[in-house]
């Protein structure tokens, strides 16, 4: 709400999101700084775990929080909750799923559907100070399942804890919540278990960074090279480069990596030896001849790492 005497709904978002509609269709909307604060503590993950779900139910398309929280501390947690909430690469679904709250002030929900294995992934978020009990319905679904649960709260912050297992039938189930808690419920398709690690690991957006060097230049050719740095917490196991020629250049030959090419689009696989790439700062680099016509010699933009957007290094 506005705090002044407007006191009306900012509607910051969908407001935006009207504007680009009305007059420039198709593009992207970014918050480029936020900030709630209170990184060392449980109330500012609770904040971020529910900032997030509004981001995604709001299609904002890119959101840079400022500045990074220390890898230990609650508002890192409140990320891997979406990101990475078994250490092994889980993550919130890609394709959005609606999700309603009968008292959304307190007991915020959100659902996404995962495409490596078709699972739904809700995260609650308990903003109160008490326990509560409540039935989830779920529409769509049949038969029954074991949901994973993985839950962040005050009671242990150090630490995102793997809880028991939750029954769903085909209407849904019954849920607890701890007092200042968010919680990751992973429910696999009717009658079978989930998978939560999909293949290759998901790279979060912009945490990983892209070098790309022409080290030499001819007529008629190049030679180039990338380095991948993994900016995340997570290792890379698997990684696949992507990105876009803008001049019509075609790889010829590749080393430190097996090349593909469809038209502009090519596609660096990583060898056996470099393969994964370690976390806080790994990286990895090959590289590659290529054909060229005419004199322009573009680095091209646009890479993505498993399917998830880089920065330019």
């Not at 509607?11 to 009207?18: A, D, F, K, V």
């Not at 679904?93 to 490596?116: F, I």
């Not at 999909?198 to 790279?203: C, D, L, N, S």
């Not at 790439?277 to 090959?286: R, V, Y």
Request: aromatic share 8%; hydrophobic share 35%; with cysteine.
């Amino acid at each position: 709400m506005d705090e002044s005497w407007i006191n009306r709904p900012v509607r910051m978002i969908p407001r935006m999101r009207e504007l680009v509609d009305r007059h420039y269709p198709g593009t992207k909307v970014a918050m480029t700084e936020y900030s709630w604060g209170a990184y060392g503590h449980i109330n500012g993950a609770l904040a971020q775990a529910d900032i997030l779900g509004v981001f995604g139910r709001k299609r904002l398309d890119l959101a840079t929080l400022w500045t990074a929280p220390e890898s230990d501390e609650p508002v890192a947690h409140a990320f891997r909750m979406y990101r990475n909430y078994d250490g092994r690469g889980g993550a919130f679904g890609e394709s959005a799923v609606k999700a309603t709250s009968a008292d959304q002030d307190r007991l915020a929900v959100y659902a996404a559907e995962r495409g490596s294995d078709e699972a739904l992934t809700l995260v609650v978020v308990n903003k109160t100070g008490e326990d509560l009990t409540s039935d989830v319905a779920i529409k769509g679904r049949t038969g029954s399942a074991t949901a994973q649960v993985y839950r962040y709260s005050g009671a242990n912050p150090a630490a995102i804890e793997r809880t028991t297992d939750q029954p769903v039938g085909a209407g849904g189930f019954t849920g607890a919540f701890p007092a200042h808690s968010i919680s990751t419920i992973v429910i696999p398709p009717g009658g079978t278990d989930p998978d939560p690690t999909p293949t290759p690991t998901p790279t979060p957006a912009a945490s990983c960074q892209v070098t790309y060097t022409i080290t030499n230049q001819w007529q008629g050719g190049f030679q180039g090279s990338a380095k991948i740095t993994n900016r995340s917490d997570t290792p890379v196991k698997g990684w696949k480069l992507g990105w876009s020629f803008a001049n019509g250049q075609k790889v010829t030959q590749s080393w430190n990596g097996s090349f593909t090419q469809s038209g502009a689009d090519v596609t660096v696989t990583g060898a056996s030896w470099n393969g994964t790439i370690t976390a806080n700062g790994g990286n990895a680099e090959f590289g590659f001849l290529a054909s060229r016509t005419g004199t322009a010699n573009d680095e091209p933009t646009g890479f993505t790492l498993n399917g998830s957007p880089c920065v330019d290094g």
